[in-house]
């Protein structure tokens, strides 16, 4: 006899596993098929952001970030460290340790509230059955009153740089270097192009990143984008703007990497080369033919704005449909996706899904860029305060970047926030929760915060807005 369920999960990326619990927390009976097989064989739950994305990119960068600061500002505190040294292995058997931790903790999570993890292949039938082959065992055919589907994405290969996972490698290849590569070539200056080219870079490669379009950061607000090239620039990043690549071949000397700029055709040679262009649905074997589920033009499932794909009870969340490919975007899907099957109201509110850059400085922002604003026709006014006038930015050595405010002439709200500088990705949450409860400048305003703190930065910019900053002269 087939085996039954209330929800059905495909994938335990942070979409699909996060979806799962939630569902359970509602007392439905679920299941959570994944078929993640980490570069040893092992399976691992946690999809791309805990085994090859969020995780361990982040546990590199802290790393990373702590040698160059050994290394360059220890002695500005008074501390001496003689001579700084690296140890790659270790190093990476942190970032495995961490990655390990987290993963397993999520069996443990799905034990706790109930959810029965299932290990292989997902695939959605017609009338909401799933085909479930196990990593070891014969399919079985799995009846459920509602499915989620959370199969996530995976790096975008270029047949100009096909991936030999040597020398051409992914973002995922990337983050499991045993060795520092002494030239690095990164495709993309997108956010994963640029993390992983800090990383390498602050533990000493020479790096240069080919982006094909002429702006820099083009998703981000102007000013952002003018300072975080900057401080970039100064850390040794070479980005080389309207570089189209052409062709990339490896061979014993490195990687030929040819491409054209404005000045012509151009050679770079590497010894490896990230190609972060960015990332594709992963849709393939995920549903039969006549399951009813429909792709766009890009391959994304289709969805509505509750995630319902066309066939009744089939959700689809996460990576593999529109929307930014982030895991807390994927997340608060899953959550909405479990609350409706449930039989709550719920929604997202797509407008204010935060964006963060962890390089050094962070960058991170909420809500619309200024030249949004414009293109809106709505009048608006903006106010600015650098974290150089900020006390703890002093004390912590990190005075690049500001914090940027754009507000409503008319009614005063806060439309966007964007910020360049230390810890920008933890600030951000204050903005997204004013951006969520339709804040305005004068609530910021009014708020007490911590001296002395970053978030003070925050606080200043919101007066600024009104000409009113207390730390820094008004405009
Ligand atoms: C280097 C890097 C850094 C990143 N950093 C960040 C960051 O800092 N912050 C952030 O928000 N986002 C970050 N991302 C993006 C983030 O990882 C993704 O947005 C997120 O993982 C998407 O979650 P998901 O659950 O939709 O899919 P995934 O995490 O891709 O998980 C999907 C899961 O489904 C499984 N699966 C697929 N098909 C089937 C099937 N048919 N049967 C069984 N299992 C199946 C897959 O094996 C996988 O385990 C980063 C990505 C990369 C590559």
Avoid at 22 to 49: M, P, Y
Avoid at 100 to 129: C, M, N, P, S, W
Avoid at 242 to 250: F, I, L, Q, R, Y
Avoid at 330 to 340: I, N, Q
Wanted: proline residues 3%; negative net charge; hydrophobic residues 45%.
């Amino acid at each position: 006899m087939s085996k039954t369920f209330d929800v059905v999960v495909i994938g335990a990326g942070p979409a699909g596993y996060i979806g799962a619990i939630r569902a359970a927390q509602h007392g439905l009976s679920v299941a959570c098929i994944d078929e993640w097989q980490n570069k040893d064989g092992k399976n691992a739950f946690g999809g791309t952001c805990l085994n090859a994305g969020c995780i361990p990119s982040k546990a590199l960068l802290e790393s990373s970030e702590l040698y160059h600061r050994a290394e360059h500002e220890f002695k500005k505190h008074g501390i001496k460290v003689g001579g700084v040294d690296m140890d790659i292995a270790a190093m990476q058997k942190r970032r495995a340790g961490i990655v390990r931790q987290l993963t397993g903790g999520i069996a443990g999570l799905f034990k706790a509230a109930g959810v029965e993890g299932l290990i292989g292949h997902g695939r959605l039938l017609k009338d909401r059955k799933v085909e479930f082959t196990p990593r070891d065992g014969d399919k079985e055919i799995i009846e459920a009153k509602h499915v989620i589907l959370a199969s996530g994405s995976a790096p975008i290969e270029l047949k100009i740089a096909p991936f030999d996972h040597e020398q051409i490698i992914d973002s995922w290849d990337a983050l499991e270097l045993d060795a520092v590569p002494q030239r690095l070539g990164v495709v993309g200056a997108g956010v994963i192009g640029l993390e992983l080219g800090s990383v390498w870079a602050r533990l000493g490669s020479e790096v240069t990143v080919l982006e094909a379009m002429e702006d820099f950061l083009f998703m981000a607000d102007r000013d952002v984008a003018r300072v975080a090239a900057k401080e970039f620039k100064k850390q040794g990043l070479d980005i080389k703007l309207g570089a189209k690549v052409g062709k990339a071949s490896a061979g014993k000397k490195g990687v030929k990497v040819e491409y054209e700029d404005k000045d012509g055709a151009q050679t770079l040679e590497v010894d490896k080369l990230i190609v972060a262009v960015g990332r594709r649905p992963v849709t393939g074997d995920l549903f039969a033919d006549d399951a009813g589920i429909q792709l766009d033009e890009r391959g994304f499932i289709v969805v509505d704005d509750e995630c319902r794909t066309r066939v009744k009870g089939v959700f689809a969340i996460g990576d593999c449909v529109r929307g930014p490919m982030l895991a807390h975007k994927g997340s608060e899907e899953g959550v909405m996706a479990a609350d409706l099957i449930a039989g709550e109201i719920a929604e997202m509110n797509y407008d204010v899904i935060p964006s963060v850059l962890y390089t050094s400085p962070e960058i991170a922002w909420t809500g619309k860029t200024e030249a949004e604003v414009k293109e809106s026709g709505r009048a608006y006014k903006t106010g600015q305060f650098p974290f150089a006038a900020s006390g703890r930015a002093k004390a912590m050595e990190q005075t690049a970047g500001f914090v940027k405010i754009i507000s409503s002439e008319d009614d005063d709200e806060v439309l966007g926030v964007h910020i360049v500088g230390p810890m920008a990705g933890e600030l951000i949450s204050e903005a997204v929760l004013a951006l969520e409860f339709s804040a305005s400048t004068e609530d910021i305003q009014r708020t007490i915060h911590a001296h002395p703190s970053l978030a003070e930065a925050v606080h200043e910019a919101a007066l600024a807005v009104d000409n009113k900053a207390l730390n820094f002269p008004n405009k």
